[in-house]
């Protein structure tokens, strides 16, 4: 799998314009990619910080020199709070948030709270969805609670509408987290969401809340020729993301007539979110094995080379420890290292 220069730079910078003319700040899921040389470029770009899923991606991304970082996720992992509660002390400036969306979780970061409180969002979810507080009552019952409770801090509210189907669905919920902001009686709020699927409704919709906006999409970074290509705001707006990831395989066998056995597995690309589209015309994917992909074409010999874009970036990366970065015409020009 290589990593396009061009789209790279390109989508970092994209995304980083969007968020500034929109009045919000970006903090990129570094789990999608958990590349030091990625975040590099999109801190370098003016995000905000770094958006993590566990603390042990937090300890990683921590060692790429970032100095804010936000887990997207209740801790409760006792190691992992308290590799936090030790930072927190060791680093003034270093800036740590988490969600919380029970008061069960709340005693636990309280337990292990350090010098430094534990600085949390309080998490408003949706029916059906990941986590968070069902409703708005229930998340200002959990706000006062962390209120009271010694060792944490209340900076704001989350949610995350990346599940959702509907661009009225996504109003709707936004509508409810920007509630949620006002019922919080906290100074200078944080508000933060979302997904690489509707962050421009929540560019319309949040405009005028009075909290600041943490923005925490991920995916839009290599973005993708599949899953986020069909789905991208920038099929509603003007702009564009390019996809940055491309496979490259050879063929290992033509065992029979218009058929293909080519040296690329689910080991080697994703296959969760749609299966990877052949760069090459005429050629189908039939299934993929896990070091094999059985594909459809006419004219393939033992050693062809083919190129395949990827559906979902999220599932590439941690696939490979080493990605060359390459220019327009595949010279290799860096390298890009993963942390999974």
């Given at each position: 799998?290589?990593?396009?220069?061009?789209?790279?730079?390109?989508?970092?910078?994209?995304?980083?314009?969007?968020?500034r003319d929109h009045g919000m700040?970006?903090?990129?899921?570094?789990?999608?990619?958990?590349?030091?040389?990625?975040?590099?470029?999109?801190?370098?770009?003016?995000?905000?910080?770094?958006?993590?899923?566990?603390?042990?991606?937090?300890?990683?991304?921590?060692?790429?020199?970032?100095?804010?970082?936000?887990?997207?996720?209740?801790?409760?992992?006792?190691?992992?709070?308290?590799?936090?509660?030790?930072?927190?002390?060791?680093?003034?400036?270093?800036?740590?948030?988490?969600?919380?969306?029970?008061?069960?979780?709340?005693?636990?970061?309280?337990?292990?709270?350090?010098?430094?409180?534990?600085?949390?969002?309080?998490?408003?979810?949706?029916?059906?969805?990941?986590?968070?507080?069902?409703?708005?009552?229930?998340?200002?019952?959990?706000?006062?609670?962390?209120?009271e409770s010694p060792g944490v801090?209340?900076?704001?509210?989350?949610?995350?509408?990346?599940?959702?189907?509907?661009?009225?669905?996504?109003?709707?919920?936004?509508?409810?987290?920007?509630?949620?902001?006002?019922?919080?009686?906290?100074?200078?709020?944080?508000?933060?969401?979302?997904?690489?699927?509707?962050?421009?409704?929540?560019?319309?919709?949040?405009?005028?809340?009075?909290?600041?906006?943490?923005?925490?999409?991920?995916?839009?970074?290599?973005?993708?020729?599949?899953?986020?290509?069909?789905?991208?705001?920038?099929?509603?707006?003007?702009?564009?993301?390019?996809?940055?990831?491309?496979?490259w395989a050879h063929v290992l066998?033509?065992?029979?007539?218009?058929?293909?056995?080519?040296?690329?597995?689910?080991?080697?690309?994703?296959?969760?979110?749609?299966?990877?589209?052949?760069?090459?015309?005429?050629?189908?994917?039939?299934?993929?094995?896990?070091?094999?992909?059985?594909?459809?074409?006419?004219?393939?010999?033992?050693?062809?080379?083919?190129?395949?874009?990827?559906?979902?970036?999220?599932?590439?990366?941690?696939?490979?420890?080493?990605?060359?970065?390459?220019?327009?015409?595949?010279?290799?020009?860096?390298?890009?290292?993963?942390?999974?």
């Open positions: 799998m290589v990593v396009r220069r061009e789209a790279l730079e390109h989508n970092v910078a994209t995304m980083a314009a969007f968020a700040e970006l903090a990129p899921h570094a789990k999608t990619h958990m590349s030091a040389e990625i975040a590099a470029r999109q801190l370098d770009a003016g995000a905000w910080g770094l958006t993590v899923a566990t603390p042990r991606q937090a300890e990683v991304v921590r060692g790429f020199g970032a100095g804010r970082i936000m887990v997207a996720n209740q801790v409760v992992d006792p190691a992992g709070l308290a590799w936090a509660a030790a930072e927190l002390a060791r680093d003034p400036a270093f800036e740590l948030l988490s969600f919380a969306d029970s008061e069960a979780g709340v005693d636990i970061l309280a337990g292990h709270a350090g010098a430094r409180p534990f600085r949390v969002l309080a998490e408003l979810g949706h029916a059906g969805g990941r986590a968070g507080c069902r409703t708005v009552d229930e998340l200002v019952k959990l706000a006062s609670y962390v209120q801090e209340l900076a704001g509210v989350a949610g995350y509408e990346g599940g959702l189907k509907t661009a009225g669905e996504v109003r709707s919920y936004l509508a409810r987290l920007q509630e949620a902001v006002e019922h919080v009686r906290v100074r200078s709020p944080i508000l933060s969401v979302g997904g690489s699927q509707w962050f421009d409704v929540i560019g319309r919709e949040l405009v005028a809340t009075q909290a600041r906006i943490l923005l925490r999409s991920g995916a839009y970074v290599t973005h993708d020729d599949g899953y986020y290509r069909e789905r991208t705001p920038f099929n509603r707006i003007e702009g564009e993301l390019r996809p940055a990831l491309e496979v066998s033509t065992p029979e007539p218009g058929l293909a056995i080519v040296g690329m597995g689910k080991r080697d690309a994703p296959y969760d979110e749609g299966l990877p589209i052949p760069r090459r015309d005429g050629v189908t994917i039939v299934k993929m094995q896990d070091q094999h992909t059985v594909v459809r074409a006419d004219g393939l010999r033992p050693g062809d080379l083919l190129a395949f874009g990827i559906s979902h970036p999220c599932t590439a990366f941690d696939k490979w420890r080493v990605l060359p970065l390459v220019d327009g015409d595949y010279r290799v020009v860096g390298t890009i290292n993963t942390n999974f």
